[in-house]
């Protein structure tokens, strides 16, 4: 049985798994939920989950592995290829080594990373089958296999089969949950399952979950948000509002921090700072000003999209 252990690394939560080296995983602000890499010896800081909480597409926490520290030179191929976004490369490189490496539960879930970013989730759950087979008790795994299974939810509820949306989503709950008992400070597990509270219209476990991610990861302002967004739709409008506004001291230039206080400014008759957090909102990123916009690309609970709705009809002239 193999042990994979993991380090720092986006946006949204998958983790590489190229390593059999412990260290602490810790995402970067960029994304809220994604994919994770591990590499074979050490796993470096890098990226994903939380400068922005925009997350229209699952996202993959990667992470800048120090190439150096990989021996095989298949591997050190298949790493620089999935760093620099060369997909195809990255999976015929992982391919060949597994050719020779049956037994590699890292290079099995990185192959998984990789096909989520091309988006073909059935083969990625496929890759992190293998990986948990082969190393069942690694959280990492079931952290990305999550992420997997919570789009193929998406997908099965957009052509309408909520049955298949609903399975697909508890499914990724438990992942989320073996990770999250495997390794309770593993806040990534928090988020996700978090994400996947909202999916299944679980506001109040939602609001713990970010609560506990926040609580794991303090430097990452995508998380306090998401936990802020939460607050909002379960009524403590005072307390969403405060930490909200921490989050934009901290984090000046992060746009849907201000778009989101704008709107909970709005739903408290406070136009004048509405309009003021709209304006940051909209210097940084002009499409803040598109309702659609913000609908495909956020995990904003329904209580802020619909602040945010009104805001913007106001705005257009529209009635409230």
Sequence with gaps: MQTLHHCACRASIVRCDLSNARTTHQRTEAAAAGWRHLPPLRL?????????????????????????????????AGLRAANEGRLEDAERFFQIYLLQNPDSASVY??????HGQQQDYQQAV?????????????????LNRA?????????AAAAGDSAGALAMWQSAAADCDRAIELDGKE????????????RLGDYGAAL???????????G????????????????????????????????????????????????????ERAEEEMLRAESQDERWGDMQWIRGSTRWPPRLEAAMERLLNIQDGQAP
């Design 147 to 155: 992420v997997a299974k919570e789009a193929l939810g998406v997908a």
């Design 187 to 198: 806040f990534a597990a928090w988020f996700d399952r978090g994400n996947i509270d909202m």
């Design 109 to 114: 879930s990185n192959l998984g990373n990789v």
């Design 44 to 76: 470096l800081a890098a990226a994903t989950a939380a400068a922005s909480v925009l997350t229209a597409s699952p996202q993959v926490h990667a992470y800048n592995v120090r190439v150096e520290d990989v021996e095989s030179s298949t591997l050190q």
């Design 208 to 218: 713990t979950d970010f609560c506990t991610a926040a609580d794991l990861a303090p």
């Design 126 to 142: 496929q890759d992190y089958d293998n990986a948990v087979r082969l190393a069942p008790t690694a959280p990492v795994p079931y």
């Design 220 to 271: 990452l302002a995508g998380y306090r948000l998401r936990h802020a967004t939460l607050l909002f739709q379960q009524g403590d409008v005072a307390a969403a509002r405060r930490m909200m506004q921490g989050v934009t001291r901290k984090s000046g230039n992060y746009s849907e921090a201000h778009a989101a206080l704008a709107a909970v400014h709005w739903s408290q008759g406070d136009r």
